[in-house]
């Protein structure tokens, strides 16, 4: 038998309702990041988030790093100025949608048989609103921690931190500065349902986003024998690099992953043979299980925008086209290495593009002996007694990577229902029918306050 979600106390409740009231609300506000300075409009989220924590005695602080990239600030001032600080951290922009492939209105925020619908559902506007309504909880109940608490509301996560955490880590590092964080993603149910490993994120893949430039000679389309076209020679750039297979890599934390799948012997051991699971993986009756263990244990690359600085047109042939490349690198692995990977990828091609560099965040790493891990291992023990906290290196970004920069330990951390299928919730991720269940609201609601009143004990 499961370990299954039992209503909580009248109050739990109420904080629950609180928690998808808002969620719906930050999800009919539509803050759309298309990773341009003008799009996001997260504005509207911290406004939102800002007239919810009005009236709880709480000091609330606004900086905006453009015009509509709003970021909201509180804490409650700690009794101990030596104690650790932590900072609750949630992202109110989302990802664009394609509104053809939902079943539902994605800006609804519909609440249908016990799961609230749209985009932001699961990155992370949940998240986002369970740690406002955590934090109100504890200024309206007068609660004094050691160490400061912070609730971070930030602009622009989905388009690098540009105008969010980085820019006010490198502006106002005294207002959102902590010793631990949490933030984005953890606590997924994997293994016995009667002794289940519970995820938590203390790592990520870096991320070295690529712009590819590919240069031609104009001309008439009328004319095209012989002619130096650049959509054709981007064609084969965009080819080259979507069937390019790096060798696979296992970082540190990948055997302890295997052994919380749950699979046999057989399988556990080939995918811990670097020579054997290439094989498996390309044999694997599920595609999108198949991506994720893909992305997992190798550096990937993903063709994602083609575009030109000027406009295209249907009879010219085009001196020039871009081409964005989201690549994903492993542990260990920096510049110098994207560039030698995408040199083997492109062959003889790879003198006629030029590379241009829009991120470059290496891959980081928390360590887990800290208070805020054994903070973790009783909250959630105090719902799962039976459960065991594991380490994961998840495989995309999250503004952790900003604050372990500047020497910050910092979890990808909630808490949700162990009927939640871990691959349905992945795929949820900037895709269709994006949703979540009131139970995970319920339970990620009650961590942060179960955190809080671990981590200073």
Known sequence: MSQSFTAGTSDENRRTGQTVELLQTLIRNECVNYGTPESGGEVRNSDTLQAYLEGAGLDLEVFDAAPGRRSLVTRIEGSDPNAPTLCLMGHTDVVPVNRDGWSRDPFGGELVDGEVWGRGAVDMLNLTSSMAVAMRHLALTG????????YFACADEEAGSNYGARWMAENHWDVIGA?????????LHSGSPDAPFIGMNIGEKGVAWRRLRVRGVPGHGSRPFRQDNALVKAAAVVHRISQYRPPPKFHELWREQVDTLGVDDETKAIMLDESLIEDWLDAHPSASAAAHLYS???TSFSPNVLGAPTAMKT???????DIEVDVRTLPGEG?????????EALGDLADQV????IMNDPASLSRVETPLWDALEVAVGRRF????LTPQLIIGFTDSRVYRDMGAVAYGAGLFSPELDGADFGARF???DERIDIESLALTTQLWLDVVDSLWD
């Open 143 to 150: 609660y004094r921690p050691k160490g400061d608490l912070i």
């Open 179 to 187: 010793d631990y964080v949490l933030t984005e993603n953890g606590g």
């Open 296 to 298: 997992c244990t190798h």
């Open 315 to 321: 009879n010219v042939i085009p001196d020039h086209v």
């Open 335 to 343: 510049a110098a290495e994207v560039q030698a990977h995408l040199d």
């Open 354 to 357: 030029e590379v241009e560099i």
């Open 385 to 388: 007694p039976t459960a065991r």
């Open 430 to 432: 900037h895709g269709n």
